[in-house]
C-alpha cells in the first residue's frame, strides 16, 4: 500500500469538512445522527426557510492530551439559512450535552445573531458551572464575541464519542417563543481525541509511539518486533443497519519517531480494519507537522465502513481491530511490478 505524503492543514481540513446532512419527512423538527466528527452541518426547516444548524469545535482537532496541556476549546451553534447563507436573528437555543449515556448539561443559551459561542473550561468538578449574562425574560445565557459564555465542568474532560442535541426556542425575536411542535431539533455526535502513548522495545531500545483515536477509547496497544507491526482496536457498533442510517467517519493516527528506522526508509505499508486491507484513499502520511515524527492517519469513511461490516466476523462484532505494518520485500517487487513503483 502506498502511503502519500499529505500536509497536516489538509488533512484537518478534510476532517473538518466532511460534514453529513439529511432531512427526515417532518415539517419542522430534524433529528440526524453523525460518529466521529468535529463538526456538523444538520438541516431542518422553519415554515418555509431552511434552517441549517452548524455545529463545530474549535480548534478542529482538540484530543485528551491538548486538554490536559491547557487547551480550552469553542463549542459554536449557528443557525442559518442554507439557501442564502444567512444567519437567523434572535436564536435562544436549549443545548444538551451528554457523555456515556450521563447529561452533563442542559441550559438554554441565546445570541442575538444566532452564532452562539460557548468556551469551555473541562473541570473535574461534578456539575457544569454556567457564567455569562442571563436573560431576564428567559433565563439564557448571553454571550458576545469578546466575551464568550463559558461552561466549566466535566464537558470533554474525557476523549470519545459527546451527544448533542440542540432545540430551538426563539427565532428573529427574543420573547416569542415557538410552538413546542414547531421547534426544531438537531442530534448530533462530536468526538475527543484520546491520545494514548506507547513504550514499545524493538532492538534493545525504548521507543516511544503515540495513538489517538477521534472515535473511542483504545485498547491492547500491541507492538510484534518479529515481523515490526502494530495493532490495537477499539469499541465500534458493526450493526450495518445503523452504519447506513447514520453519518459516520473514523479518524486514527498513529505517531512514530523519525529516527526509528523500524520500518525502514520507505513508506509502503500495510494498514487494515478487522483484517480487510484499507485503500490508498483512506490513508495518509504527514510527516511535516509534528517535529521529529511522521503521523500515519487512518481516514474511513461511511462507504469503506458498510463495506467492512458486511465481511466482519461475529467474533469480532463490538470491536473495530487495526494494523499497521511495513511492506515485505516481496510485496515490494509485487507492487513495483503491478505499477512500476510505489515509492513516493
Known amino acids: 500500500m502506498n502511503l502519500f505524503s499529505f500536509p497536516f492543514s489538509l488533512i484537518c481540513l478534510l476532517v473538518s469538512s466532511l460534514v453529513f446532512s439529511s432531512i427526515l419527512p417532518s415539517l419542522w423538527t430534524k433529528l440526524a445522527f453523525g460518529d466521529g466528527l468535529t463538526q456538523e452541518q444538520l438541516t431542518a426547516s422553519l415554515g418555509n426557510r431552511k434552517a441549517d444548524l452548524l455545529i463545530k469545535m474549535i480548534p478542529s482537532v482538540v484530543t485528551t492530551e491538548t486538554l490536559q496541556n491547557g487547551q480550552k476549546p469553542v463549542m459554536e451553534f449557528r443557525l442559518f439559512d442554507s439557501n442564502t447563507n444567512k444567519s437567523f436573528s434572535h436564536v435562544t437555543y436549549y443545548i444538551i450535552i451528554e457523555k456515556d449515556g450521563k447529561r452533563l448539561l442542559a441550559d438554554l443559551f441565546h445570541d442575538h445573531n444566532g452564532d452562539l459561542k460557548i468556551l469551555i473550561n473541562p473541570t473535574n468538578t461534578s456539575r457544569v458551572y454556567i457564567s455569562g449574562q442571563q436573560d431576564p425574560l428567559l433565563g ?172 466482519v466476523n461475529s467474533d469480532d462484532n463490538g470491536l473495530m481491530k487495526f494494523t499497521l505494518s511495513p511492506v515485505s520485500n516481496t510485496d515490494q517487487i509485487a507492487n513495483s511490478s503491478n505499477t512500476g513503483s510505489n515509492t513516493r
Open 140 to 311: 439564557a445565557y448571553i454571550g458576545t464575541p469578546g466575551n464568550p459564555v463559558t461552561a466549566s465542568g466535566p464537558v470533554f474532560t474525557k476523549g470519545g464519542l459527546y451527544h448533542f442535541v440542540v432545540r430551538i426556542e426563539t427565532v428573529d425575536a427574543d420573547s416569542t417563543l415557538l410552538p413546542d411542535n414547531q421547534e426544531p431539533v438537531y442530534d448530533s455526535w462530536l468526538s475527543v481525541g484520546i491520545a494514548v502513548n506507547h513504550e514499545i522495545d524493538f532492538n534493545g531500545k525504548h521507543i516511544l509511539i503515540k495513538i489517538i483515536s477521534y472515535y473511542d477509547k483504545l485498547n491492547n496497544v500491541t507492538f510484534h518486533p518479529s515481523n515490526r507491526s502494530f495493532d490495537w482496536s477499539m469499541p465500534f457498533n458493526w450493526n450495518l443497519t445503523r452504519i447506513k442510517q447514520q453519518p459516520i467517519f473514523v479518524h486514527e493516527e498513529i505517531r512514530l519517531p523519525k529516527s526509528w528506522k523500524g520500518f525502514g526508509d520507505s513508506l509502503l505499508f500495510n494498514a487494515t480494519v478487522n483484517g480487510q486491507p484499507l485503500a490508498d484513499s483512506s490513508i495518509a502520511l504527514d510527516p511535516f507537522s509534528v517535529p521529529n515524527e511522521m503521523v500515519v492517519h487512518y481516514l474511513i469513511n461511511k462507504n469503506d465502513l458498510i463495506d467492512f461490516a458486511k465481511k
